[in-house]
T-cell receptor, first 113, second 111 residues
């Protein structure tokens, strides 16, 4: 059974710092992996989607990498800003394109001015 | 495009009452999902649908029912509300294997 873990559960950094959020999964036979952002009281907003054949995806200050063999993905945030404060979740889709997404519990990021 | 729209945003129910959470999407996605999110527990899949007329159970389906009569709509029905169903409910949709889009959530309290 696929399990997705995000460590740490919470992270606090000063503004301007570059940071890395971690996501690990137990079954390397994934179809794709998706990173989301969730603001308090809001829904999940998709940040990046990485297909199993890809090693990384970039969007603005965000870069997500994928290493299937080691069961890990990282989300790199450059030059963090207070507006980046939110909970970041990763989710793994296994079992082919029809597989369900398995979510981690998220990392709550706080960027201090 | 509105994306995924959920109603109501907030609701308080008494034990034993029934209600329907509405979800509609305007992206012509074939796949739709209902999740619940509880503090410290992450997101759990309740039901999903691969197209109109086709639904299937997820990880935590007990106490819920769904229907999918059109591509756009995927309502979630709670028949006999219990305190354990107090949660935040999210509807989501996507193309097969594609990026998943979420609604803003429906916060349900059962007293």
């Amino acid at each position: 059974k696929q399990e997705v873990t995000q460590i740490p559960a919470a992270l606090s950094v000063p503004e301007g710092e570059n940071l890395v959020l971690n996501c690990s999964f137990t079954d390397s036979a994934i179809y794709n992996l998706q990173w989301f952002r969730q603001d308090p009281g809001k829904g999940l907003t998709s940040l990046l989607l990485i297909q199993s054949s890809q090693r990384e995806q970039t969007s603005g200050r965000l870069n997500a990498s994928l290493d299937k063999s080691s069961g890990r993905s990282t989300l790199y945030i450059a030059a963090s800003q207070p507006g980046d404060s939110a909970t970041y979740l990763c989710a793994v889709r296994g079992g082919g394109s029809q597989g369900n997404l398995i979510f981690g519990k998220g990392t709550k990021l706080s960027v201090k001015p | 495009n509105a994306g995924v729209t959920q109603t109501p945003k907030f609701r308080i129910l008494k034990i034993g009452q029934s209600m329907t959470l509405q979800c509609t999407q305007d992206m012509n996605h074939n796949y739709m999902y209902w999740y619940r999110q509880d503090p410290g527990m992450g997101l759990k899949l309740i039901y999903y649908s691969v197209g109109a007329g086709i639904t299937d159970k997820g990880e935590v389906p007990n106490g819920y029912n769904v229907s999918r009569s059109t591509t756009e709509d995927f309502p979630l029905r709670l028949e006999l509300a219990a305190p354990s169903q107090t949660s935040v409910y999210f509807c989501a949709s996507n193309w097969l294997g594609g990026e998943l889009f979420f609604g803003e959530g429906s916060r349900l309290t059962v007293l």
